[in-house]
């Protein structure tokens, strides 16, 4: 619903009451007073007139949705506009002479003022099951956006898990390569170590051979 029709709805209804009101004590009154009465009510009407037209335009720039519901409302106001012009013109009738008058109650004028009461109740109950539909699209709305809040929570939370993730995958890496790193050292190691081996074997084969020789000399002078 928008904010800014619905700040003219609460002006309009606020007016409308206010105009019935004063519809209803200048139908009481006579002469000066009645007069000075209706001119408030007139210039209310023209205040109610520019609400509407208010409410009209912003209606009509709204989603598909909210517009038809607007809309619904919006006609709803008019009808009830035109029963307080009604309204003020039956009473504006009593400013003629009396048999004037009576022709105008007599012909149907009279019922305008209960016309218009049950108009502005149903106007009333309506906009209040409106407004009650309003109040759950605006519920299933919070809901919506705390269930997106959620999933963009749940979905960070996944992203941490996964950078977690990703940067044991590299420390398991790294630990391959120092792994195959050491290896490699050993196996070098390990191969120097068997050629160490191989030399000191062949060096002391030929110091044996040598003392051999040597004592083969001396024993055989």
């Known amino acids: 619903m928008s904010e800014v029709f619905e700040g003219y709805e609460r002006q309009y209804c606020e007016l409308s009451a206010n105009l019935s009101r004063k519809c209803t004590a200048s139908d009481a009154l006579d002469g000066e007073q009645k007069k000075q009465k209706l001119s408030e009510v007139k210039a209310g009407l023209e205040d109610a007139e520019a609400l509407i037209r208010k409410m009209d335009l912003d209606a009509r720039n709204r989603q598909p949705n909210v517009k ?17 012009k009604s309204e003020v013109k039956r009473i504006a009738s009593g400013n003629l002479n009396p048999s004037a008058r009576d022709e105008l ?40 956006l705390e269930t997106e809040e959620l999933g963009v929570s749940i ?61 083969y000399l001396k024993l055989a002078k």
């Open 105 to 144: 109650l007599e012909s149907g004028m009279a019922d305008a003022l209960t016309a218009s009461a049950n108009q502005r109740s149903r106007l009333m109950m309506t906009t209040e099951r409106l407004n009650q539909s309003s109040g759950r699209i605006k519920d299933s709305r919070r809901t919506m």
């Open 155 to 215: 979905l960070q939370d996944l992203h941490s898990q996964r950078q977690s993730l990703l940067h044991a995958n590299d420390t398991l890496h790294g630990m391959d390569d120092n792994i195959g790193k050491s290896k490699r050292i050993l196996s070098n190691m390990s191969k120097g170590m068997s050629r160490n081996k191989w030399i000191v074997g062949i060096i002391i084969s030929l110091l044996l051979i040598a003392i051999v020789v040597v004592l």
């Open 68 to 84: 038809a519901m607007l809309l619904a409302k919006l006609r709803e106001y008019k009808s009830d506009l035109n029963n307080l």
